[in-house]
């Protein structure tokens, strides 16, 4: 990267819209949108929760706005560092047992795939160890979605399907599920069951900070052969892959005001990469949900945990944009490399500050020509490289494999997450499918949220 960032990113320190992430002002409240009630046209896929219908997406980029808080009172000024300790795929392994490390921070999330078969056995002992973790505040407060290995937990899908994979010992789908509610569960750990929630970090020595996450468990179907007596079978938690109808109404549950994002699988294009062998050579094909990226367009959350395609593990910083000179791509041109200079005319992503058409229409100066240069390059292009510390073996290196978005971070340009930005993490634990070898050490990633008027 170069010593000086080009002034038309709109990460460049020169930028005139360069500000960090600011809470909502009395006028962004009263603009909020009103949210209506619909009913899903599929059974399998209605919730307790009202669903949120929303519109297209906005023609240029809206700050995230959290509504209003009554209690506590929200703070309106300070922000603070808080730090998020990120899994998924965990398959079984444990931090007690030497499976992996995990390191002292303020939430915890896992993105599912706790098990290996969704056993009684099995999501006990995981429960368990998150719960120690807790108890010994290695951790604040921990926040649980369940993966499609989870079998148990899902069981509209265990009455068809769960003789398939339990045929030599049956299991009760209510027994694993007391498990994830009161009074079994710790209160300090939040089981998300495609549900949203209103965290507020009280302890004193915490950073005090609160936010809304929204936590989902299901990934397109999968079929697989899973012994002799049947020819194969769907795992938990899924839905038929878009472009069906299904894969788009799921994700229209989560709510606009959403600040951290847990899927067990990922967006489509987004470290959802799968190496297949062709010829002599591998490619990598893409395994995410179109439908669920097309929601995180909408939404925007700070930051979107998830796992599931474990050889897509990494970090992505996603600028969105409007897609009014590239059509198709929805992601801003976020890497140095790919400012594009014709006849002296450069395409430059439009900013959160521009808000109206006027001002997008003259803050472009992209030609069409070049636009159709920037249309050729895979959504991989349009994001901001994360070189993880911690790649290295820990026994040379030691290094946690954190990443700093923070308005003091020294990564990515040293520029921290700004407002219509969204952190993309895949925290996948397992490197690779079955049969699984090696291990990821979990991400850590730090980001400025609000504080509350009681931290």
Known sequence: ????????????????????????????????????????????????????????????????????VPEPAVSTKKVRKTRFVCMGDTHNLSPYKGGFKVPKGDVLIHAGDMTKLGTYTELKKTVEWIERLVKEGVVERAIIVAGNHELTLDPEFYASYGHNWHTQSPQD???????????????????????????????PTGPGTHFKVFGSPYTPMHITNVNNLCSGSRWAFQYPPYPSQASSDIWEDIPDETDVLITHGPPYSHLDGWPVSIGHGVVETHKGCEGLRRACWKVRPMLHVFGHIHEGRGVQRVMWRDGRHVSGMEEGCACSYLEAEEDGDKLRVPTPGEKTEKEVEEASTGT????????????????????????????????????????????????????????????????????????????????????????
């Open 1 to 68: 990267m170069p010593s000086e960032l080009p002034t038309w990113l709109p990460w460049s320190p020169s930028h005139p819209s360069l500000t960090p992430r600011h809470p909502p002002t009395d006028d962004d409240k009263r603009h909020k949108r009103k949210k209506g009630k619909r009913k899903s046209r599929y059974p399998l896929f209605q919730f307790s929760r009202p669903k949120t219908k929303r519109g297209l997406p906005p023609q240029h980029i809206y700050s995230s706005i959290m509504s209003a």
């Open 173 to 203: 789908p209510q027994a694993s599920l007391s498990l994830f509610s009161p009074p079994s569960l710790h209160p300090s750990i939040t089981f998300l069951n495609h549900a949203s929630e209103h965290i507020i970090l009280t302890s």
């Open 368 to 455: 069409k020509r070049m636009a159709e240069k920037v249309e050729g390059f895979t959504h991989d292009h349009a994001q901001m490289e994360w070189i993880d510390p911690g790649a290295v073996d820990e026994r040379i290196s030691g290094k946690m494999s954190v990443v700093d978005v923070t308005e003091r971070t020294r990564m990515f340009g040293g520029v921290g997450l700004r407002d219509g930005e969204t952190l993309m993490v895949n925290a996948s634990v397992m490197r690779s499918a079955w049969p699984y070898k090696g291990v990821n050490k979990v991400v850590v990633v730090d980001i400025e949220l609000e504080v509350w008027a009681g931290g």
